[in-house]
């Protein structure tokens, strides 16, 4: 398998109608790929509008993958993207985190690996904590890591199983920093900090930060990785077609930039003159909050995987013009 060629593919994408996932179905039938089973909780929300441009064969609820896996009944595939999880980080019902996002990974990476079949699932940055023990994609760094919330620890409870019963030399683990883009306004409150800001200017004129609660940090200077979600689909299918790539990987641009930085960016897409008003962050998520990540790409070029990343003010300049403005979701059809 090419990174560029998945047309012999059959695909699964378990959270296939959400942000990530229906990315990754669009960049996989613009390389020819149309034999993708959808799987997800549509639920009451409205992102089943992702979907509606893209091309697969086949929709299945989250509820009925295993049972109609281990029957048999949805066949063979050669690949598996895992990207089904609950991805809110302010999610307090760890019961339901640890059986959604821990024990349901658990018996599709088991199934996958029974049944030969390629497997590579969504991790996270937010198992990397306050980053004190650094943000290298490590195995052996596993057991150090100390997750600020139930979400990244969930996360890290498979990466811990994968580690113990020697799955890393098998799968891939994708360890995604600040992802935005197309196709995420479903999120709520969990959308990107672009999506947000948008609707901020085009109503107020004016984008809300967060004031830093650390004497070490000015407000607005908090940094992150910020990641095109087209950078991240290409990053995530390069991975999965390359053989010799397993175990975790980060997946982010390598650098980090500031929420100024981000907010000046949404305000240059929109030829918005910049103002920014700082707000108190939430007592809630004080004691939770990341100040800093930044992704190591160290595994991932030596995978070989050589693309430019794109600017974080280039891909903000795209989404908001290309999807924002005119409310558009990805479209295999559009360039």
């Not at 109608?17 to 993708?36: K, T």
């Not at 019961?95 to 199934?111: C, G, I, P, S, V």
């Not at 984008?207 to 407000?219: G, M, N």
């Not at 190591?296 to 070989?304: K, V």
């Amino acid at each position: 398998m090419k990174p560029n060629d998945f047309s012999n593919s059959r695909v699964l994408v378990t959270g296939g109608a959400g942000f990530i996932g229906s990315a990754l179905v669009w960049a996989l039938n613009r390389r020819g790929c149309d034999s993708i089973v959808v799987c997800d909780i549509l639920g009451t929300d409205e992102k089943w509008r992702n979907l509606t441009p893209l091309r697969f064969a086949d929709y299945v609820e989250a509820a009925d993958l295993l049972p109609r896996l281990q029957n048999g009944a949805l066949g063979k595939f050669d690949l598996i993207l895992h990207m089904g999880a609950c991805s809110a980080t302010t999610e307090k019902d760890a019961t339901y985190l640890a059986r959604n996002n821990y024990e349901f990974t658990k018996e599709l990476a088991h199934w996958s690996l029974a049944h030969k079949t390629r497997f590579v699932y969504a991790s996270s940055a937010a198992t990397y904590g306050d980053g004190a023990q650094g943000m290298e994609d490590n195995e052996l760094m596993l057991d150090t890591l100390r997750p600020l919330n139930m979400y990244g620890y969930s996360k890290h409870l498979f990466d811990l199983h994968a580690k113990r019963a020697g799955f890393l030399n098998k799968i891939v683990g994708l360890k995604y920093f600040n992802v935005f883009g197309p196709n995420e306004d479903h999120k709520g409150d969990m959308r990107s900090l672009v999506h947000k800001s948008f609707a901020q200017v085009q109503k107020e004129s004016l984008i809300r930060l967060f004031k830093s609660h650390r004497k070490d940090y000015k407000d607005g200077e908090q940094k992150r990785d910020f990641l095109y979600v087209k950078d991240c689909v290409a990053m995530t299918l390069h991975l999965a077609a390359t053989p010799r790539a397993n175990g975790l990987f980060n997946v982010g641009s390598g650098g980090a930039r500031s929420w100024i930085d981000l907010a000046n960016a949404v305000f240059t897409a929109t030829k918005k003159k910049p103002v920014i008003k700082f707000i108190d962050m939430p007592e809630a998520i004080r004691d939770k909050y990341q100040y800093f990540t930044q992704a190591n790409l160290l595994r991932l070029r030596g995978a070989g995987y050589a693309e430019p990343v794109t600017s974080l003010e280039n891909a903000v300049c795209d989404y908001v013009r290309k999807y924002l403005v005119p409310d558009c979701r990805l479209d295999p059809s559009v360039e």
